[in-house]
């Protein structure tokens, strides 16, 4: 018999390969088109592959939606382990606001950050992917926050970090519903509220450590 033809064929793309493209497919129609122009045929068609190898990996829009908040949400975390420089600290107030400053980076470079955590969408899949993630944000912000200073106790029953983050986002929120992105004014605004809220739970001038401690004995306590 002849020898086979040599295959054109490329090898088969690993499952998280595919993942990647599937979501990056969904997170420029997201963009383009917003939460009520997301199907799983789009994103198929954009990502240049059969629709049901789309649903292999995600059966529904709203898992779409969740995956990608949880690719916002691992930006926001990557955010709070960015180093801090100790030293330029004035007290805990400078902190907070580099913190937001970095959250409204996040915002200001992806629109699909925007569509998924500051607009109305009315999925409650994802609102409560949205809430749980902050939850989590808010023991990160936690900690970062105690590296630095000596925090003074705190209500065990109220998520103290978490509502401060969730409080902000309503301001920018209002902003992109206005504007369409969260304008400087604005902006400014959500960095008050964050500020003005923890300030109910910490002191003006909140002892600050002479150096930050270390993450493993953050943990252990």
């Known amino acids: 018999m002849p020898p086979r033809p040599a295959s054109t064929r490329k090898p088969r793309a690993s499952s998280q390969a595919r993942i990647a493209v599937i979501l990056d497919a969904a997170r420029a129609l997201l963009t383009e088109q917003g939460v009520a122009g997301l199907s799983i045929y789009g994103v198929a068609e954009r990502a240049q592959i059969p629709p049901s190898s789309v649903y292999h990996f995600f059966a529904s829009v709203p898992a779409l939606l969740e995956a990608l908040t949880a690719d916002v949400h691992a930006a926001f975390r990557a955010a709070l382990h960015q180093p801090v420089e100790h030293a ?12 937001e400053q970095r959250m409204l980076a996040i915002y200001a470079a992806d629109a699909a950050a925007r569509q998924l955590i500051l607009t109305q969408h009315g999925l409650a899949e994802i609102t409560r992917a949205d809430q749980q993630h902050d939850l989590e944000l808010g023991q990160l912000l936690q900690q970062l926050f105690e590296r630095h200073f000596a ?13 401060a983050l969730e409080l902000s986002d309503r301001i920018y929120a209002r902003s992109v519903q206005l504007h369409g992105v969260v304008s400087p004014r604005l902006a400014e605004e959500g960095m008050r509220v964050f500020e003005a809220y923890l300030g109910l739970y910490l002191p003006p001038h909140l002892p600050k450590r002479e150096r930050p401690l270390e993450q493993l004995q953050i943990a252990s306590r």
């Open 88 to 99: 330029a600290l004035r007290g805990w107030r400078d902190l907070a606001r580099l913190v």
């Open 151 to 163: 925090l003074p106790p705190l209500p065990a029953d109220v998520d103290v970090f978490a509502l």
